[in-house]
């Protein structure tokens, strides 16, 4: 459903898709430039091209090489043009209190389910196949690292990680508007070495951190180690965290130790906040004093080549500390991240050195070579054209093949889509019931220490559409009408 607060570009679609439906628009006809669109509703080329990719997601456009975009004959497109959108979240109801998390043994379960049981269709993957990654040009880049230099399997190295590497990533962090230095970045064990750090950084056992509701399991596994306890935000499928109801709870919950979110291609839901909310969540974070923890995991994902902006893009305090990772986007079996700590920095660093040292040699070099290259830019193309065709194909399946009431959004990136269930059916007894005919999904109960997702599903496109795909997705289309 779209909203009054939705982001600018998402209005003015629902303009044009309210005069394609009505007809004022027939099939065929030309949609205004990018360029008219810009004039016409006084907003940058950036929004008006995000407009019409929204508009082309749903199937109600297509672009046709130097040519623009036409309007589709909806009688021939996909049936996910007539699937409704996940529900906004009901910002009338305040936050409730915080708790500790005490999801570690359904995440547990849900593991050791999995290996039970043999799998023939994977769901629940947060990563593309590894045909999709530069393995070859990472593979060429370590071999030359070590006919460069033969002794750095044997040689230690720095703690906050190769030079070469933080100079690529400084340089590349440019685009998201940061600006770093490379010695104010430490590379880590992915990023979920980076938030576990951070958040021992700035809180201690028993403290409260606010996330967003529905949000990453694995964040929360990470805060039950640590002893902490979560406030769930409201999160939006569409703009990312309430930062309405942060500023709520903030006020009438003054214990908040840190706020930690993912503000691009927020996993589960693959939402993105809009620029003005991710500055209005950087001022509020700092006028309040509360440390800002940013997950940078997917943003490389979006579908539009212009970079997406960091929150630490605004941070002029230090009060943002941004963890990044690699793994998702370039290399799965190089397990690298990376964080900048602003006024944590010192702290981080010497939290980095106790918890783990610093990471190998090798892996970095490599990457930091790559990541240095055009070879890198040319990649990132690629995916992300290869996860848009990928999501497209599933959700025109799940449109297809799911019972009546399913409700779906497709996000501009990401590999992720957020499905809601019809009738208040439980993803959990889907996960079961899915598992045993050797399909797997992610349930919604993983992502919330409440009940408030238990209709809901994870399911992943990231890897090819293929035949097999679109049997696995019948059959658990099978299993969700036969679910209570």
Same mark, same amino acid.
């Given at each position: 459903?779209?909203?009054?607060?939705?982001?600018? #570009?998402?209005?003015?679609?629902?303009? +044009?898709?309210?005069?394609?439906?009505?007809? %004022?628009?027939?099939?065929?006809?030309?949609?205004?430039?990018?360029?008219?669109?810009?004039?016409?509703? *006084?907003?940058?080329?950036?929004?008006?091209?995000?407009?019409?990719?929204?508009?082309?997601?749903?199937?109600?456009?297509?672009?046709?090489?130097?040519?623009?975009?036409?309007?589709?004959?909806?009688?021939?497109?996909?049936?996910?043009?007539?699937?409704?959108?996940?529900?906004?979240?009901?910002?009338?109801?305040?936050?409730?209190?915080?708790?500790?998390?005490?999801?570690?043994?359904?995440?547990?379960?849900?593991?050791?389910?999995?290996?039970? +049981?043999?799998?023939?269709?994977?769901?629940?993957?947060? #990563?593309?196949?590894?045909?999709?990654?530069?393995?070859?040009?990472?593979?060429?880049?370590?071999?030359?690292?070590?006919?460069?230099?033969?002794?750095?399997?044997?040689?230690?190295?720095?703690?906050?990680?190769?030079?070469?590497?933080?100079? =690529?990533?400084?340089?590349?962090?440019?685009? =998201?508007?940061?600006?770093?230095?490379?010695?104010?970045?430490?590379?880590?064990?992915?990023?979920?070495?980076?938030?576990?750090?951070?958040?021992?950084?700035?809180?201690?056992?028993?403290?409260?951190?606010?996330?967003?509701?529905? %949000? +990453?399991?694995?964040?929360?596994?990470?805060?039950?180690?640590?002893?902490?306890?979560?406030?769930?935000?409201?999160?939006?499928?569409?703009?990312?965290?309430?930062?309405?109801?942060?500023?709520?709870?903030?006020?009438?919950?003054?214990?908040?130790?840190?706020?930690?979110?993912?503000?691009?291609?927020?996993?589960? /839901?693959?939402?993105?906040?809009?620029?003005? !909310?991710?500055?209005?969540?950087?001022?509020?974070?700092?006028? #309040?004093?509360?440390?800002?923890?940013?997950?940078? %995991? +997917?943003?490389?994902?979006?579908?539009?080549? =212009?970079?997406?902006? !960091?929150?630490?893009?605004?941070? *002029? %305090?230090?009060?943002?500390?941004?963890?990044?990772? /690699?793994?998702?986007?370039?290399?799965?079996?190089?397990?690298?991240?990376?964080?900048?700590?602003?006024?944590? *920095?010192?702290?981080?660093?010497?939290?980095? #050195?106790?918890?783990?040292?610093?990471?190998?040699?090798?892996?970095?070099?490599?990457?930091?070579?790559?990541?240095?290259?055009?070879?890198?830019?040319?990649?990132?193309?690629?995916?992300?054209?290869?996860?848009?065709?990928?999501?497209?194909?599933? =959700?025109?399946?799940?449109?297809?093949?799911?019972?009546?009431?399913?409700?779906?959004?497709?996000?501009?990136?990401?590999?992720?889509?957020?499905?809601? /269930?019809?009738? *208040?059916?439980?993803?959990?007894?889907?996960?079961?019931?899915? /598992?045993?005919?050797?399909?797997?999904?992610?349930?919604?109960?993983?992502?919330?220490?409440?009940?408030?997702?238990?209709?809901?599903?994870?399911?992943?496109?990231?890897?090819?559409?293929?035949?097999?795909?679109?049997?696995?997705?019948?059959?658990?289309?099978?299993?969700?009408?036969?679910?209570?």
């Amino acid at each position: 459903m779209d909203t009054p607060t939705a982001p600018l #570009y998402v209005r003015i679609a629902r303009h +044009y898709r309210a005069a394609i439906r009505a007809g %004022t628009l027939a099939p065929g006809d030309a949609m205004p430039s990018v360029r008219a669109l810009t004039r016409l509703h *006084q907003v940058s080329l950036s929004t008006a091209l995000q407009a019409c990719r929204h508009l082309e997601v749903e199937g109600l456009l297509e672009a046709r090489p130097r040519s623009g975009y036409f309007v589709l004959d909806l009688a021939k497109t996909p049936r996910r043009s007539s699937i409704q959108p996940v529900d906004e979240p009901d910002l009338r109801r305040a936050p409730g209190a915080a708790q500790y998390v005490g999801i570690h043994d359904r995440v547990s379960n849900y593991v050791a389910m999995s290996e039970r +049981y043999p799998v023939r269709v994977d769901f629940s993957s947060t #990563y593309a196949a590894p045909e999709a990654y530069p393995g070859d040009d990472l593979q060429r880049a370590a071999i030359r690292a070590l006919r460069r230099d033969p002794g750095l399997l044997v040689r230690p190295i720095g703690p906050n990680g190769d030079a070469g590497l933080r100079a =690529a990533l400084a340089r590349r962090a440019l685009d =998201a508007g940061m600006q770093l230095a490379p010695d104010q970045i430490v590379v880590t064990q992915g990023c979920i070495e980076a938030l576990n750090i951070a958040l021992r950084a700035v809180a201690q056992p028993g403290d409260t951190i606010a996330v967003e509701s529905p %949000t +990453y399991y694995g964040l929360l596994q990470v805060l039950e180690s640590l002893g902490l306890r979560a406030l769930e935000i409201p999160t939006s499928p569409s703009t990312g965290i309430s930062v309405d109801a942060l500023d709520l709870a903030l006020q009438t919950q003054p214990g908040i130790k840190a706020v930690a979110v993912v503000p691009n291609l927020q996993n589960p /839901l693959s939402c993105t906040m809009p620029d003005a !909310a991710k500055a209005r969540l950087v001022a509020l974070c700092d006028e #309040y004093a509360v440390p800002l923890i940013e997950d940078d %995991t +997917y943003s490389s994902f979006h579908a539009d080549d =212009a970079p997406l902006k !960091a929150l630490k893009s605004w941070d *002029q %305090t230090g009060n943002v500390i941004h963890c990044a990772s /690699l793994r998702k986007t370039l290399a799965p079996g190089m397990r690298l991240g990376w964080m900048t700590g602003g006024r944590w *920095q010192a702290r981080i660093e010497m939290l980095k #050195y106790a918890q783990s040292r610093a990471n190998e040699a090798l892996s970095q070099i490599a990457m930091g070579e790559f990541i240095a290259s055009s070879a890198h830019d040319r990649h990132l193309v690629r995916l992300r054209r290869l996860l848009q065709r990928q999501r497209e194909q599933m =959700a025109d399946a799940i449109a297809a093949h799911f019972p009546a009431g399913t409700r779906l959004s497709v996000p501009d990136g990401s590999m992720l889509l957020w499905v809601e /269930l019809p009738g *208040q059916r439980s993803s959990q007894a889907v996960f079961e019931a899915a /598992l045993a005919q050797g399909i797997r999904i992610a349930p919604g109960t993983l992502f919330s220490n409440s009940r408030r997702f238990e209709h809901f599903m994870r399911i992943s496109c990231g890897t090819p559409f293929t035949p097999e795909t679109d049997a696995g997705l019948k059959q658990l289309a099978a299993i969700v009408r036969s679910a209570d």
